[in-house]
């Protein structure tokens, strides 16, 4: 099976700090997107930030961005200034072919 | 704009009672998804319909879970007989079109528990 895998099943951050959020993913398809969801807690998922696996620039969405390596198959989430409503589930997720996979996500937990 | 309904929000049931989720997808999205999520688990994809045609149920179980969009619009998915391992949240997701660039707009969630 084509897996996504999130290796931190918790993370924690201080609020205004940084934090950085690992993904890695297989894939035999070479046209691929490849996204960040955050579900806070009670809530529904929403999209954070997008990147099409053709592009080699990296994606940002103002405090949010991602470092895409195509070779190595990672794409981490990296959150700046972290807010405490950044706190939330956190999936990365693939879609190739017609199906969307997800990771196991990442708790991310922010200090004030 | 409305985003993605579903109802109930909350359902309790015991082992081998039957129970159906709703959802009504953001308006002129013809694409619509069912997912379960298992508490501490990504979501896994059990349907996707286009428009009220499916395109993939291949992870639905079929034997227990049935799907349907008559219309094109509004979704039921419904499981007879649940199982214990069926509780979860049931998201519901649609998208304007199918495609792999398509961002997919999530519903609440229905959490179910099976007793």
């Known amino acids: 099976a084509q897996t996504v895998t999130q290796s931190q099943p918790e993370m924690s951050v201080q609020e205004a700090e940084t934090v950085t959020l690992s993904c890695t993913y297989d894939?035999?398809?070479?046209?691929?997107?490849l996204f960040w969801y955050k579900q806070p807690p009670s809530r529904q998922m929403i999209l954070v930030i997008r990147?099409?696996?053709?592009?080699?620039q990296n994606a940002t969405e103002n405090r949010f961005s991602v470092n895409f390596q195509k070779a190595a198959k990672s794409f981490s989430l990296k959150i700046s200034d972290s807010q405490l409503g950044d706190a939330a589930m956190y999936f990365c997720a693939r879609a190739a072919g017609n199906m969307l996979t997800f990771g196991g996500g990442t708790r991310l937990m922010v200090k004030p | 704009e409305a985003g993605v309904a579903q109802s109930p929000r909350y359902k309790i049931i015991e082992k081998r009672q039957s129970v159906a989720f709703w959802c009504n997808p953001i308006?002129?999205?013809?694409?619509l998804y069912w997912y379960q999520q298992i508490l501490g688990q990504g979501p896994k994809l059990l349907i996707q319909f286009q428009n009220n045609g499916v395109v993939d149920d291949s992870q639905l179980p079929k034997d227990r879970f049935s799907a349907e969009r008559l219309k094109g619009v509004d979704s039921t998915l419904k499981i007879q007989p649940a199982k214990l391992e069926d509780s979860a949240v049931y998201l519901c997701?649609?998208?304007?079109?199918?495609?792999?660039?398509?961002?997919?707009?999530f519903g609440p969630g229905t959490r179910l528990l099976v007793l």
């Open positions: 997701a649609s998208s304007f079109v199918a495609g792999i660039q398509e961002t997919q707009y």
């Open positions: 308006s002129g999205h013809a694409t």
């Open positions: 894939t035999s398809e070479s046209d691929y997107y």
């Open positions: 990147q099409e696996a053709y592009k080699q």
